[in-house]
């Protein structure tokens, strides 16, 4: 994979104030296969204890149908939005719905005459990714990083595509939501990365100037061109879970999972056991 240099260890960082950082494949590395039969077998026995009986098939197959319908429906409501004020060309092409899953879940039960409650449609969400999940945790180096940009009085937002109803306990799971000044999860707004309604979103809501923050992720079109798009600077960090692509031009790129060596790019002083 050929990554674009733009900036050599030895050279200084420019300081910022607010580091806005990517989730999975930037903090936490995380495996997970939702395609696993066995994932969808258990899922069925955890439906039809409570009334709605599936197949695996049948469950694999509503469930992929309602996410594209929402998806649809999503897209559809952006287009929509501010009707008449130029804002609609411009969604119809450059629009990243996300969906709810919490939706999902709960449509699934319905479908089969099922009216579940939020605890019970939050179980069931919960029990799909533990199912799904063959590994998560931080990368190493990850909580000093934190710690340490805490020490200097900077301020940390998490700004990720991702489901509410895995990721908040996910963090708390891996004890590092307490280091942020911010937490936007894209399920909770219907648009994700590198929709740049995404980034207005966290820069509007902690009255944020793009030239005092720096984006931090592994994906060269989600986290490097969507900032670019607000004005923020960027780095590009390669890991594991970075897609196949070439040619990322980012403010800094760094084409190995190492965080003590971003640390050191960025200017941040910490020790990795």
Not at 119 to 137: D, K, P
Not at 190 to 212: A, I, M, S, W
Request: hydrophobic share 40%; proline share 2%.
């Amino acid at each position: 994979m050929r990554i674009e240099r733009t900036m050599a260890v030895s050279e200084t960082a420019k300081e910022y104030q607010n580091f806005v950082f990517d989730l999975y494949g930037t903090l936490v590395d995380i495996h997970t296969d939702e395609e696993k039969r066995l994932v969808w077998e258990k899922m069925c026995l955890f439906y039809g204890y409570h009334g709605a009986v599936y197949t695996a098939d049948e469950m694999r197959e509503s469930y992929v149908r309602l996410v594209r319908e929402q998806e649809r429906q999503i897209r559809f409501d952006i287009q929509m939005d501010g009707h008449g004020s130029g804002r609609k060309a411009r969604c119809s092409h450059e629009a990243f719905p996300e969906v709810q899953l919490e939706i999902i879940f709960s449509e699934l039960f319905k479908e089969k005459g099922v009216e579940a409650d939020a605890a019970l449609v939050l179980h069931a969400g919960q029990f799909f990714r533990a199912l799904s999940t063959e590994y998560i945790r931080l990368y190493q180096g990850v909580p000093e990083m934190l710690q340490a940009l805490r020490r200097m009085g900077k301020r940390m937002y998490l700004l990720t595509n991702a489901q509410r109803v895995f990721t908040e306990y996910e963090l708390k799971f891996l004890d590092i939501a307490r280091y942020f000044d911010g937490i936007l999860i894209s399920s909770d707004y219907g648009v994700k990365k590198p929709d740049v309604r995404f980034f207005e979103c966290l820069l509007n809501q902690y009255h944020l100037e793009p030239d005092t923050c720096i984006m931090i992720g592994n994906d060269g079109t989600s986290d490097v061109a969507g900032a670019k798009t607000v004005g923020m600077d960027t780095f590009y960090l390669h890991s594991n879970l970075s897609p196949q692509e070439t040619g990322v031009k980012a403010t800094y790129v760094q084409d190995e999972m190492n965080i003590e060596l971003l640390c050191r790019r960025l200017g941040i002083d910490i020790t990795v056991a």
